[in-house]
């Protein structure tokens, strides 16, 4: 089966650093990647579409400069959390549309982010 | 409104009861459909496919109304490893494949 991985599976950062988050597709290529948000008792809220070597896409109310994403490869986007403020201690998780089969996705595990 | 509406719950049901959640969407265009289950604190993970003729996979059953732009889950002989948020999720036609997800709907079987 399709297996996403993301890295770290939870942080703890202090007020104004940037955390770096990391999600792979470890054995499929993927041309698109999706970020997301979770905020306790919410939904999955998407926050940026991720293109294989081309500029993200970010939803309406999602700051590009202080969510940084890049997709350098087929299997690997990253999403980098700059200057983390405590209300951004949240659920990030990735998924994945294998390159071969466009109607299906697969999630990683979560990336459980607090910033104190 | 919400793209995807569901009930919160909770619903808290005795072992072996059946259980049946709902869900609509706004985009009558929207493709496809599904249901996800996610445990607390971790990802969600694909329950099943949602068809227009409607589908069943063991005690799971899922239903499709175009019409009505409405969606169901049915479960039957709730276990208690059932115990779970439940999320309808909506493959809108942008072309971007990305899942719109509604809030979910808590289930807690109890024994």
């Known amino acids: 089966g399709a297996v996403v991985s993301q890295h770290p599976s939870r942080v703890i950062c202090k007020s104004g650093t940037s955390v770096k988050i990391e999600c792979r597709s470890l054995?499929?290529?993927?041309?698109?990647m999706f970020w997301y948000r979770q905020f306790p008792k919410q939904s999955l809220m998407l926050m940026a579409t991720?293109?294989?070597?081309?500029?993200?896409?970010?939803e309406q109310g999602v700051e590009k400069d202080k969510f940084l994403i890049n997709h350098a490869s087929l299997t690997l986007s990253t999403l980098t959390v700059t200057s983390a403020h405590p209300e951004d201690s949240s659920f990030y998780i990735c998924?994945?549309?294998?390159?071969?089969?466009?109607?299906?996705?697969?999630f990683g595990p979560g990336t459980r982010l607090t910033v104190t | 409104r919400k793209e995807v509406e569901q009930d919160p719950g909770p619903f808290n049901v005795p072992e072996g009861a059946t259980v049946a959640f709902n869900c609509t969407y706004s985009n009558s265009a929207s493709q496809s459909f599904f249901w996800y289950r996610q445990d607390c604190r971790k990802e969600p993970k694909l329950l099943m496919s949602v068809y227009s003729s409607g589908n069943e996979d063991g005690r799971f059953t899922a239903q499709l109304n175009r019409a009505s732009q409405y969606i169901s889950l049915l479960i039957r002989d709730s276990k208690l490893s059932d115990s779970a948020t439940y999320l309808c999720?909506?493959?809108?036609?942008?072309?971007?494949?990305?899942?719109?997800f509604g809030s979910g709907t808590r289930l807690q079987v109890q024994p």
């Open positions: 054995d499929f290529q993927a041309t698109t």
């Open positions: 991720s293109n294989e070597g081309s500029k993200a896409t970010y």
């Open positions: 999720v909506v493959n809108p036609p942008t072309g971007r494949r990305a899942l719109t």
């Open positions: 998924s994945a549309n294998p390159h071969r089969r466009p109607n299906e996705q697969y």
